[in-house]
DNA sequence: TATGAATGAGATTTCATTCAT
DNA sequence: CATGAATGAAATCTCATTCAT
């Protein structure tokens, strides 16, 4: 790994373990390996740093939402596809996760970032809409309805990264039952 | 009110307009009128008074939350009640909500404040447990079913902070429709 | 006891405590049971209140200095009695004795405080004096003589209360012996 | 010099100059010509550094208390030398003197570092013993032999640092004399 | 006379950032 | 490329002192 993966990767484990409040350069360095120096060689202030922490966990992120997503499948099996995409994700890369989560409203990040391109998002809510079309989804505004689903899998991913109950098979079938019946007509 | 108080109202308003990130004492001081003494008196250092804040709006939500709450009516009155008195709660305090929305996974907040008693969410689980064993709602880990409905609260009522839609008589009534249906057997 | 005499008392509790470096107003009204009005009410500032308590001591000591003093008696009784007197002041207060040691020689102390008439040490260098005059003592500058008895009495009682050896009737013989002995002819 | 030393070396001499009591960092900084970031990356508090000071000024001392000692000569010779170089630290370093003798009895400097080791004290007990054993110390407990003889030069050096009289040949002759004498038979 | 909440000047301390090596 | 000692602006925090009650 690269000393800018070591400092990206390090600025995240410690964003999780003491909150970006509390992270400083020092820690950061100690932590990466590398002096004060090589730090403000790949990065040239900390707010850049940790927008490209945010930025590499985005793209991360997007790569996951949209694995092995295939237009031909039935509406039910692309929904299906998305949301485990999304409960994969967290499960896998929890710190990812959660700091997106988190950051996405803070002025900290740029606005250009947070608002960076999200191609599952534009495929969900075009897929919400399909489904309404059908009669299969109940009418109402896309975005209220995605918010919901997405309401939902952020939260059970949440919930269980704090271990408030185990996430299995059977739950996880239960959770995307209940996104799907959440905006069933 | 108090300075105390002056304080705590201060202090949240900057974390919202701002981000904690760059909230600094003196801003606090300067929007709350008080000295850094007065400041210091009542709150030993930074992260204590963030912390207060973080309890002070726990109380206010949890009051809220139970607002005109009657164990008297039927199951569907008592849901509907809990599930809009949070919805009121988040449009009514919306800094308040964003704010423990944000730091309840937060290293910042002391983890006893985080885990902090909560008698609205036992209630909404005893009665999960009920509509289960009435055959109302699905079977599953009650905490499961719970974080759903959680989750789509919240989400709901960030999306409508952050403009994504109206939030009038249909969309709650919808947002609610959601709700039930997604725990619903 | 009077609230002046709290505040004077707690004031030289706490420096013999921690340190005049860290004893606070704070410390000094809590330990006193009073309010800061009233410690501001007696003294118009800190430096004032240590001045005092500086003051005070030196008053008693002044006094127990010449505690059964005896112009008529013997030269070394007279020389016995001036030595005994400071050990048994040491011995007996020894806040007051240490807090003597430390502050005659900071400039936190007034000066004219610092140089405050000091009945023993006149009565001790004229003492000397008489006793070269008489071929008792070595002739040598009498500040000399009384800087040599002088450090040897405040060693042993300093060496007494950080404990290094017990101090009873056969060491405070020695301990006279020796003074006698080291400016004798 | 390294600029670990300036710092030490300004805080000695203002130490001296004002008393602990009124000495800030700021100063220290001014004084020293280092910025504060460089005084806290090599102390991290005020107080560890005054207690480094106090370090340095005591090894400083060690090192000139066994100058020249030369266990090979008589007892009287080796008295001698040991009490004259403690009488020559007094004279060429002054600062390192008082504020040794100011804060070896104060709670502002650690216990462990009052009581440190000192190499010049076990030599001058010993040696105490020793001239007992010969018959020509008078029997003591040698702890107080000591003090006494130790009391007795630090007074001199005292006295003559504030100028009470001068210290000359003469003078110093009649100290050492003061001092073998105190504790002869 | 006694109180203690409020103050703010000034102290300590932090930490992102630079730059000579 | 990599380093880390040095920096100082800006943050946090302390504490003697005031004053209305």
């Known amino acids: 790994m690269s000393k800018r993966d070591d400092i990206l990767s390090a600025t995240l484990d410690l964003i999780d373990e003491e909150g970006l409040q509390s992270v400083t350069i020092a820690k950061i360095m100690k932590r990466a390996n590398v002096g ?22 985005r793209q991360h992120m997007g790569e996951a939402l949209l ?43 740029s606005a250009d970032l947070r608002k960076m391109e999200d191609a599952s998002r534009e495929i969900m809510l075009s897929l919400i809409e399909e489904g309404q079309t059908q009669g299969i989804f109940k009418e109402m505004d896309t975005h209220l309805s995605h918010q919901i689903i997405h309401g939902i899998m952020v939260s059970i991913v949440k919930g269980f990264i704090i271990q408030k109950y185990p996430l299995d098979g059977l739950q996880v079938q239960q959770t995307l039952e209940a996104c799907w019946k959440a905006i069933r007509v």
């Open 67 to 109: 694995r092995n997503y295939n237009p031909g499948l039935s509406l039910y099996e692309r929904f299906k596809c998305l949301q485990l995409n999304r409960l994969h994700f967290g499960l896998s890369s929890p710190k990812e996760f959660l700091f997106i989560d988190s950051y996405s409203y803070s002025p900290y990040i």
């Open 36 to 57: 004060s120096g090589t730090l403000f060689n790949y990065f040239s202030n900390k707010e850049e740093l940790v927008n490209e922490v945010y930025k590499a966990a």
